[in-house]
C-alpha cells in the first residue's frame, strides 16, 4: 500500500486510476472516495524530528487517506538527505532547529507534527504556531501543564490548531469500548486498571535524561493508562495517590520515574490503579469493571493489534495501523472541524499533565491529592 | 465420591474392598492407600458454625482420605439435628456454645474448625485450645493482629494445633506457580497483582456487622490478594499504602470498607498493587510479572477450578475440592509434622492479620505504613 501511494504520488496518477487499478471492488471504495478528497485538499505536513517514531509516522502517512508528508525538520543532514529521497521531499521543505521559523514562508506546509523529546515540545509547538502553522504534538504534549498551557495560548492567539499525538484515541476496538461503556452496556463503570511497562533498554537514551523527558516511564507511557482510565471510564479523576519504587538508580537517576504505582478517584466514586515501569515487560493491559459487565484490553496501546474481550464476546474491530488513522482524522478535523469521539486536542493534552504533575506531587508528599481538571 | 465414602463408611467396608470396586485401578489406587490410611487414624473433627461454609467443608470432609465429621458446634438445635442424621453424627459429640469447653472430657473429637462469625474466633480458638483439642481456624484468623497472638499463646500454652484455613495454600495450580517462581522460570519476580470482588447480597448478615466481622470486603476476600501477593512472591511487605472508596454507607458502616485499594512493597523491590471490594464482580484475578515470565490465575480463589496460565502455557492441574486437599493436609501436618509448601499456622495468620491492621491505618491516616512481619 505503501509503496502503491508512493507510485502514485510520483506518477501522478488520479484517484480514478487508482480505484480502477484495485482487484477489490469493496475494499477500494473508500480509497477512492478518500484518494479523491485528498487530491482535493491533503492536510500537507512537515515532521520535525526524524528518529524512530518519527519514521514510523512517516511511513503510516504513506497509508493515509486525507495527508501528506511534505516537509521535515531535523538536525541531522543525512537523514534530510535520506528523506528527502525516499519520500520525495523537496529542498524547499526541509528545514533545521535553527531555520525552521522560516516555515511561515512556506505556503506549501500546513501543519507540522513535532515528534522530538518531550522537553522541547513547549518551545518548538510554540515557534510552529508562530509560524501560522497547525501543531500536531507527540504526547506528552511537554514535561508539565504550565508548559502546555503556554502552548494551548500560543496556538490560539497565531489562530492554528493544535493536536496531541494520542493515536488510542481513534482505535476501532478502544472507540468501540468506549460506544459500549456510553450504551450503557457494562452497567455503571466502576473500576479501571492500567499496566503500562517495558523494559527500556540504552541508558543514554533522551527518554532517561531529566531536561528532556521531564520524567521516565510515567511521561512515556504511565500516560497511556492515564488516557485509558479517562476514556474508558468516561470522566476526569478528582484524586490521585502514588507510590514510586526504584531498585536501579544507576540506570533510573534522579527525576527519571522506573516504576509508578497511582490510583485515581473518580466523580462517580469510580476509582482506577494503575503501574507504570520501565522495568517490566508484559504489561499493557486495560480492565475496564462495570456493574454490569467488563472489557478487557491486552495488549491495550501498543502498536496493534490491540486485542480484548468483553463479557459479551471478543473485540474484534479489523487492525488499522493507528498513525495512519490518527493522521487521517486529524486531517478531518482541521479541515472538516470534526469532533473525535475523545478529543486530542491541547486542552485534552493539558488534563493528562495536570494528572502527572499530581502524581509526581503525591509520590513525593506521599500524600493524596486533589484534582480539578474541569 | 461422596456418597460412596458414606456409604462404605456406614457399612464398615474395608479399603480393599474399595480399591477392588474400583473400575480404574490408576485412579483407585490414591483411595486404596489413603483409606488405609484413615483406617489406620483419622482426624476425628467437630466444626463449630454450621453456615454455609461450614456445610461446604462438611461435605468435602466427605471425600477426605484422612479426616472425618464426627462433631458439631451449633446455637441451633434444628440445625445440629439435621446434621446429625445427615452426617451419623452421635449426640454424644454435639454441643453449644455455652457447653463445648466440655469436649475437653470426649476423647473422639481431635480437632475443632471454627467457622463463625470473625470477631468470635479468638475466644472460640482459646476455649478450643484450653479443652486441649487442635484448632482449625477459618481465615481471617481474628480481626486484629492482637487478637490472633492470643489465639497462638493459647494454642501454644495448650500444646495443640493452630491451623488457619487458608485453603489456596493446597491448590495445585496456585502451588505450580510457586514452584515455577521458585525455579527461576520468571526470572526475579517484580509484580504482583490481585484483585478481589463480589456484590455482597443481604444487608443484614453478619460480614457487614463490625463487631461479627471486623471490617468489610477487606477481611473477607481482601485477605486473598493479600495471600497470594505473599505466597507469589515469596516475600513479606514492608510498606502499605491504601486508599478507601465508600459508594453506599447505607449498605456499607462505619468500619465495613467496601472498596479498598492497596499497595504494598517487598524487601526485593517488587511491587503489589490490589484491590478488595464487595461492590463489583467480575474480580478474582492474580497475576505475577517477574524479568522472565509471568503467571495469570483467573479465577484465582473461587472454589474452583483455578484457571491460569503462564508464559509458558496453560496450568493443568485437575481441580480437586479445596476443603477436602485442605483437610488432608492439615491432617498431615498434626499427625505426620507435614510441612506444608506454604505456611497455615497461626504465625502465617498473624502476619496477614498484621497486613491488614497496617492497611486500615494506611486508610485513616494516608500514609505509608512500614511493616516488620520476620
Given at each position: 500500500m505503501k509503496s502503491r501511494?508512493?507510485?502514485?504520488?510520483?506518477?501522478?496518477?488520479s484517484a480514478l486510476a487508482l480505484n480502477i487499478s484495485t482487484f477489490n471492488p469493496i475494499s477500494a471504495m473508500p480509497n477512492f472516495l478518500d484518494a479523491k478528497k485528498m487530491d482535493e485538499k491533503p492536510l500537507r505536513v512537515a515532521i520535525m524530528g526524524l528518529g524512530s517514531y518519527g519514521t514510523r509516522v512517516a511511513e503510516a502517512i504513506q497509508e493515509t487517506k486525507r495527508t501528506k508528508l511534505v516537509g521535515v525538520i531535523s538536525g541531522t543532514p543525512s537523514k534530510v538527505e535520506a528523506w528527502k529521497t525516499k519520500y520525495g521531499i523537496p529542498a524547499k521543505n526541509c528545514y533545521n532547529y535553527e531555520n525552521f521559523d522560516a516555515i511561515k514562508d512556506n505556503p506549501d506546509i500546513d501543519a507540522v507534527y513535532v515528534i522530538t523529546p518531550n522537553g522541547l515540545h513547549k518551545d518548538q509547538v510554540i515557534r510552529v504556531a508562530k509560524a501560522g502553522k497547525h501543531a500536531i504534538c507527540e504526547k506528552p504534549m511537554a514535561v508539565n501543564a504550565a508548559d502546555g498551557q503556554a502552548m494551548i495560548d500560543a496556538c490560539k492567539a497565531a489562530g492554528v490548531h493544535l493536536l496531541i499525538g494520542y493515536r488510542m484515541h481513534f482505535e476501532a476496538n478502544t472507540l468501540e469500548v468506549i460506544k459500549m461503556r456510553k450504551a450503557?452496556?457494562?452497567?455503571t463503570p466502576l473500576f479501571f486498571q492500567g499496566l503500562s511497562g517495558f523494559i527500556i533498554g540504552d541508558p543514554s537514551q533522551w527518554r532517561l535524561q531529566k531536561s528532556l523527558s521531564g520524567g521516565g516511564a510515567m511521561m512515556d507511557i504511565g500516560i497511556y493508562s492515564i488516557n485509558g482510565a479517562r476514556y474508558m471510564l468516561g470522566?476526569?479523576?478528582?484524586?490521585?495517590?502514588?507510590?514510586?519504587?526504584?531498585?536501579?538508580?544507576?540506570?533510573?537517576?534522579?527525576?527519571?520515574?522506573?516504576?509508578?504505582?497511582?490510583?485515581?478517584?473518580?466523580?462517580?466514586?469510580a476509582v482506577a490503579s494503575?503501574?507504570?515501569?520501565?522495568?517490566?515487560n508484559n504489561l499493557d493491559r486495560f480492565f475496564l469493571n462495570g456493574t454490569k459487565g467488563w472489557a478487557e484490553m491486552q495488549p491495550s496501546t501498543g502498536y496493534g493489534p490491540i486485542k480484548g474481550k468483553t463479557n459479551q464476546g471478543p473485540l474484534d474491530k479489523p487492525h488499522t495501523t493507528h498513525q495512519a488513522v490518527q493522521m487521517d482524522e486529524m486531517a478531518a478535523i482541521i479541515f472538516d472541524g470534526k469532533k473525535p469521539e475523545v478529543p486530542v486536542n491541547g486542552e485534552e493534552g493539558v488534563k493528562d499533565m495536570k494528572i502527572i504533575d499530581a502524581i509526581f506531587k503525591a509520590v513525593k508528599t506521599g500524600e493524596k491529592v486533589t484534582l480539578k481538571l474541569a
Open positions: 501511494r508512493i507510485f502514485l504520488q510520483k506518477a501522478g496518477l450503557g452496556e457494562f452497567g470522566e476526569d479523576p478528582i484524586w490521585v495517590t502514588a507510590q514510586e519504587t526504584k531498585n536501579n538508580p544507576e540506570k533510573f537517576k534522579e527525576g527519571i520515574d522506573e516504576t509508578i504505582q497511582f490510583q485515581m478517584g473518580f466523580p462517580s466514586g494503575c503501574l507504570s515501569t520501565y522495568s517490566m
